[in-house]
C-alpha cells in the first residue's frame, strides 16, 4: 500500500524543507525506514502545525484555526510503498523503532469526476454566461483581474480554451507547477478533462491568470491516464502556499479549482483507523487545505458524482460518498444543475464526512462549452460545475481580496445569498441552493456601503 509517513526530524531539517530557497530530499529526512520502500523522487513536504485558540480541539477543523510552520512546529511528510503482508505490523511498529515517526496516512487513488450516462447536452456555456451575470459582473469590474486561478487537474491546453471561448487566456506559466515525472509545458498540454476545467471557469473570470497544475497526470504502478495519488495534491497545495504568500497582503487573492475526488475505500485505511483519509480530519492533506484556506485561498472542491439516482460506475462508497477534502468545512463543496435549473442526476448528496452539511451550492453543468470531448459532448459532471463557480468566485476577488473579505465570509455569502432550491433552506440535493451572481453583488454593494 502507498503511504504517506509524517515525520519529526530535527529543527534543522524542518525548516530546509518549510523554507521554498532550500532543497531537502527524502534521504536527508527519512533514511532507514525500516519496511519502507521510500520514493525517492518525491519532494518531501512541510505540514503545518494547527493551533487553536486557547482550549480548543487541535484536531478539529470546525473553529478558528491558525497554522505554523516554525521549526519546532511543523511536521514533514514523504512517500512510500508498505507491502499488504507488514503493513498493519509496520504501521505499529515503526513509531517505536523510529521515534521521529508521528503518523501513517493513506495515500489514496484521486481521480477526475465525468458524468456518467449518455444524456444529451443541455444549452450551452453562452447560457451560462448569461446565467451568471457576467455582464452585470464586468460593468462592476468584477472580471478576475490580477486574480490567479488554480485549476488542478489533467493540464490545461491553453489554445485550445482561446479558441473556443474566441479570445485570448492568461496563462501565468512562473507560477505553474507539475508533480515529479509530469513532462509538458504549461498551457500545453492535450485537450481532455483540465482543458474543460480552465474554459468554464474563464466564463465568469475571463481576465482571470491561470495556474496550470496538472495533478492527475502524475504516474502510478496500473494507474490510467487520469488518476493521481494524494501524495501530489499535498505538494500542489505546499506549493500554493508559497503563490499566496508571494502576493502583496492588500491584494491577495487565489482560487483553487479541485474537480477530483478519491471514489473507493479500497485506497484507504479504513474508517476510524489513525492513518484513514476519508473521515479523518487529521490527515496531512486534510490539514494542507485548511492551511491555505486560513492564508487566504479560496478553494473549492467538486460534490463527485456519486448520487443515489446515477451514480458514476467507479463509486464505491456505500453512503455518504461527499469524503475527505471534498466535505471539508474549510472549502466550497459543489453539486450541479443544468441551466435550466434541475439537479443532474449524477450530482453527490450529502451528508459529507468531514462536515454534514454538504454540498455547499450548486453550480451550471451539463451544457455544450469546452467541447474537450467532442464538438457534439457537454462540459458536465460536478466537474464542470465547480470551476464555473471557481469563476465567480474569481470575479468577486477582482476587487475584494482576502484581507477585505476571507473566504470564510466569502464562503458564507455564497451560501446566504444562494437561490434556494427547495421548500425547506439547506437539504442535501441542492446545498444551500444555485449560486446566485445577482444576489452576491447586491450584498457586496451593501457591505462596501456600510465599510464606507
Not at 453550480?363 to 463557480?389: M, N
Not at 444555485?434 to 465599510?451: E, F, H, N, W
Request: net charge negative.
Amino acid at each position: 500500500m502507498r503511504v504517506l509517513i509524517q515525520l519529526r526530524p530535527s529543527p534543522d531539517l524542518v525548516a530546509a524543507v518549510a523554507d521554498p530557497g532550500q532543497t531537502a530530499t527524502t534521504a536527508d529526512v527519512a533514511d532507514g525506514l525500516p519496511g519502507v520502500e521510500l520514493d525517492t523522487a518525491f519532494v518531501p513536504v512541510a505540514v503545518p502545525r494547527p493551533v487553536p485558540t486557547a482550549g480548543g480541539d487541535p484536531l478539529s477543523l470546525n473553529q478558528p484555526l491558525d497554522f505554523s510552520l516554525a521549526a519546532e512546529d511543523a511536521s514533514v511528510l514523504v512517500r512510500g510503498t508498505i507491502s499488504d503482508d507488514e503493513l498493519a505490523s509496520r504501521v505499529t511498529l515503526l513509531p517505536t523503532l523510529r521515534p521521529d515517526v508521528v503518523g501513517i496516512f493513506s495515500d489514496p487513488v484521486i481521480e477526475s469526476t465525468p458524468t456518467c450516462g449518455g444524456d444529451p447536452p443541455v444549452g450551452n456555456w453562452r447560457d451560462v454566461e448569461r446565467l451568471l451575470n457576467v455582464a452585470g459582473l464586468q460593468a462592476e469590474g468584477l472580471d478576475g483581474a490580477g486574480v490567479a486561478l488554480a485549476v488542478l487537474d489533467t493540464g490545461v491546453n491553453a489554445a485550445h480554451t482561446a479558441r473556443q471561448l474566441g479570445r485570448g487566456v492568461t496563462l501565468d506559466a512562473d507560477r505553474c507547477w507539475s508533480p515529479p515525472g509530469v513532462s509538458g509545458k504549461p498551457g500545453e498540454f492535450e485537450v481532455d478533462h483540465g482543458t474543460m476545467c480552465a474554459f468554464d471557469a474563464l466564463i465568469a473570470a475571463p481576465q482571470a491568470s491561470l495556474i496550470d497544475i496538472p495533478l492527475l497526470l502524475s504516474t502510478r504502478p496500473g494507474g490510467s491516464a487520469l488518476d493521481g495519488l494524494l501524495s501530489d495534491a499535498v505538494s500542489a497545495f505546499a506549493h500554493l502556499r508559497t503563490v499566496l504568500d508571494a502576493q502583496p497582503e492588500a491584494s491577495r487573492a487565489l482560487v483553487v479549482s479541485n474537480s477530483w475526488g478519491s471514489f473507493s475505500p479500497e485506497w484507504d485505511f479504513p474508517v476510524g483507523h489513525p492513518g484513514n483519509y476519508s473521515d479523518n480530519a487529521a490527515h496531512p492533506f486534510n490539514l494542507m487545505v485548511a492551511a491555505l484556506d486560513r492564508a487566504g485561498a479560496d478553494v473549492l472542491f467538486a460534490a463527485g458524482n456519486c448520487s443515489r439516482q446515477c451514480p458514476d460506475g467507479r463509486c464505491a462508497y456505500p453512503d455518504r460518498p461527499i469524503v475527505g477534502a471534498n466535505s471539508h468545512p474549510k472549502v466550497l463543496s459543489i453539486g450541479g444543475i443544468d441551466v435550466n435549473g434541475d439537479r443532474v442526476g449524477y450530482s453527490s448528496q450529502g451528508p459529507g464526512r468531514l462536515t454534514a452539511r454538504k454540498p455547499d451550492v450548486c453550480g451550471y453543468t451539463h451544457f455544450l462549452g469546452s467541447a474537450a470531448f467532442g464538438k457534439d459532448q457537454p462540459d458536465s459532471g460536478t466537474s464542470a460545475a465547480t470551476p464555473v463557480v471557481a469563476g465567480l468566485v474569481a470575479a468577486v476577488r477582482t476587487r475584494w481580496p482576502a484581507v477585505a473579505l476571507s473566504p470564510a465570509q466569502l464562503r458564507a455569502l455564497l451560501r446566504r445569498t444562494a437561490e434556494d432550491r427547495s421548500e425547506v433552506g439547506f437539504d442535501y440535493d441542492y446545498g444551500y441552493g444555485t449560486v446566485d451572481p445577482a444576489g452576491i453583488m447586491a450584498a457586496l454593494r451593501r457591505r462596501a456601503k456600510s465599510a464606507a
